[in-house]
């Protein structure tokens, strides 16, 4: 397993359906059913094969009758196709060659292979010599098919039609034993009338109710996946929850492109009308605001909207990488022309932002995210953005700043003094102020200022001078980037860099003794990732405000 940080998805976990596809659309069933009901079948087949080779090899050897199970081949042939045909199917439902839906077709053939089997080691020399006088429902009784049957369809959802057909070859198995074995005088030949009583009409009737067993589970399964559209998109895996809600992986139903969705849960944005209304004119903003950035450096926003369950949902790319939170901490602060490298990109995404007038308000190295694109290494994408200006808000800052439980909005570790202290109005440079605490934590994998408490790192980023990042690590930082990033990380917002445009073009003129490049950061991603696939990443998403 490859894991980023807190990587949400693995790729070998289960089976994935190839891109543009969904194993589930063509039986019917979301693709997670499918993988459980494959599942379902290893503990089917591992636990037949146990108690076949407990109850019959075991059992008779322990006997001492284990050579007389091996007289005739109507002896051990039936439970040695089930042993074997249990542990085939076992192989190939552990195996990645078949996929969900393909297991759950070959689990329908085991069944009836099963089922043949079943009458054929239960009737085998049962009736020889039975008078057909005597042969009544309660010397018969039901054979075990009709469990097995029942079983089976309840715990390996598929196709009605797929198992009305299954079903239907199962049923047939004790009368066409029967028949068989009274050809050949191993039971008494009855009249038609008695034998579709004894032999027929029950497992018709088994066969009925196993049938409305299968659709009832398989219009279970269409429901979930009827839950799982969102407008265009389908929703595949869920590989993640938070407080807001749950993040999945989804596919657009017309095209092959992947996406991540995040649904985010009604109930905790109030159950009053007033509330509601607000927070869906809130989700509806951010929404726009983000699918209006277009540099390529924003993450991308693809759609929004709200489920049949009154749920908000965003739709948006999946990233494939690290954020810079982990990235850090799993291999330590990065080299100064690695941080100036990524700084440039960081500052592309917040100048056009800054240019319409949107301020983030919430950077930090989480909400970076470096990745692969194409064949682009060390690619620079900002996440969660949505939070706009008084000016374009239409609602004043001190509104927005505090959340309804109270909290103030954003990260201590990498909070503005003037947003700590709740001044009304704020600009880019608020986030300039943020991004100097992000190139600190790169250089030198520590927050501006370490402290036991939210409070106190608050009241730190209001009032106390930090340290030169050169003297809290032990790699080279030019002396240009050290002077720049405590201009960030000045008080008053005047002394930083006006704006990200500004704070770009300084960063591209410090020298450095060896520049990053594309060649070095592939070489870096092949040295420290070697197994790395590049598989898709959720994005974090914007939180509704408020």
């Known amino acids: 397993m490859t894991r980023y940080g807190d990587r949400l998805l693995t790729r070998g976990d289960d089976w994935q359906a190839p891109a543009g596809r969904c194993d589930g659309s063509k039986s019917g069933l979301p693709l997670s059913l499918l993988q459980q009901s494959s599942r379902r079948l290893q503990i089917v087949c591992a636990t037949a094969a146990v108690l076949l080779a407990m109850s019959w090899l075991g059992a008779n050897w322990v006997e001492?009758?284990?050579?007389?199970?091996?007289?005739?081949?109507?002896?051990?042939?039936?439970?040695?196709?089930?042993?074997?045909?249990?542990?085939?199917?076992?192989?190939?439902?552990?195996?990645?060659?078949?996929?969900?839906?393909?297991?759950?077709?070959?689990?329908?053939?085991?069944?009836?292979?099963?089922?043949?089997?079943?009458p054929l080691s239960q009737y085998y020399n049962a009736f020889v010599g039975v008078d057909p006088l005597y042969l009544s429902r309660d010397l018969v009784g039901v054979s075990a098919v009709a469990v097995w049957m029942l079983f089976f369809v309840v715990l390996v959802p598929s196709k009605p039609r797929s198992a009305l057909i299954a079903l239907t070859l199962s049923g047939s198995a004790v009368p066409v034993t029967i028949a068989l074995l009274a050809r050949y005088g191993n039971a008494p030949k009855l009249p038609f009338g008695d034998f579709a009583g004894?032999?027929?009409?029950?497992?018709?009737?088994?066969?009925?109710?196993?049938?409305?067993?299968?659709?009832?589970?398989?219009?279970?399964?269409?429901?979930?996946?009827?839950a799982r559209e969102l407008g265009s998109y389908y929703l595949l895996d869920l590989i993640g929850r938070g407080g807001m809600g749950e993040v999945w992986r989804a596919k657009h139903n017309m095209l092959a492109r992947p996406a991540a969705i995040k649904l985010i849960r009604r109930d905790l944005v109030g159950s009053e009308?007033?509330?509601?209304?607000?927070?869906?004119?809130?989700?509806?903003?951010?929404?726009?605001?983000?699918a209006s950035l277009e540099s390529p450096h924003t993450v991308h926003l693809y759609d929004y909207g709200i489920s049949d369950d009154g749920n908000f949902y965003y739709v948006m790319e999946l990233l494939d990488g690290v954020d810079l939170e982990s990235l850090v901490s799993d291999c330590g602060p990065l080299a100064a022309e690695r941080v100036v490298y990524i700084l440039r990109q960081a500052c592309l995404s917040l100048s056009e932002a800054h240019r319409r007038d949107l301020v983030h308000r919430d950077i930090k190295p989480s909400n970076i995210f470096l990745c692969r694109r194409a064949f682009e290494y060390d690619f620079v994408k900002v996440l969660d953005f949505g939070l706009v200006k008084p000016s374009s808000a239409g609602e004043p800052l001190s509104e927005k700043r505090v959340t309804e439980t109270g909290a103030v909005a954003g990260t201590p570790d990498f909070m503005p003094p003037e947003l700590a202290v709740g001044e009304e109005t704020i600009d880019g440079r608020s986030d300039i102020y943020s991004l100097g605490c992000v190139a600190y934590w790169l250089l030198t994998g520590q927050r501006v200022f370490e402290k036991d408490t939210s409070i106190a790192t608050i009241i730190a980023h209001i009032n106390a001078a930090p340290e030169a990042p050169s003297t809290r690590t032990e790699m080279p930082i030019p002396v240009e980037l050290?002077?720049?990033v405590l201009a960030c990380l000045s008080k008053d917002p005047s002394d930083?860099?006006?704006?990200?445009?500004?704070?770009e073009r300084a960063l591209s003129e410090i020298a450095t003794e060896t520049p990053w490049n594309q060649q070095r950061a592939a070489e870096w991603w092949r040295l420290h990732y070697p197994s790395v696939s590049f598989e898709s990443h959720p994005v974090r998403f914007p939180e509704p405000r408020g």
């Open 198 to 226: 004894l032999f027929i009409v029950p497992y018709v009737f088994v066969v009925l109710m196993s049938y409305v067993a299968a659709r009832i589970i398989y219009g279970l399964g269409t429901d979930i996946r009827r």
């Open 273 to 290: 009308l007033g509330a509601v209304q607000r927070a869906l004119a809130r989700f509806e903003r951010e929404a726009q605001v983000t």
């Open 64 to 118: 001492g009758d284990l050579a007389t199970e091996f007289q005739t081949p109507l002896q051990w042939a039936p439970p040695t196709i089930m042993l074997s045909a249990s542990l085939v199917v076992l192989i190939l439902a552990r195996s990645r060659w078949l996929s969900p839906s393909a297991i759950v077709r070959v689990g329908l053939v085991y069944m009836v292979v099963f089922s043949f089997c079943i």
């Open 482 to 484: 050290d002077s720049l």
């Open 496 to 503: 930083r860099p006006g704006t990200a445009d500004l704070l």
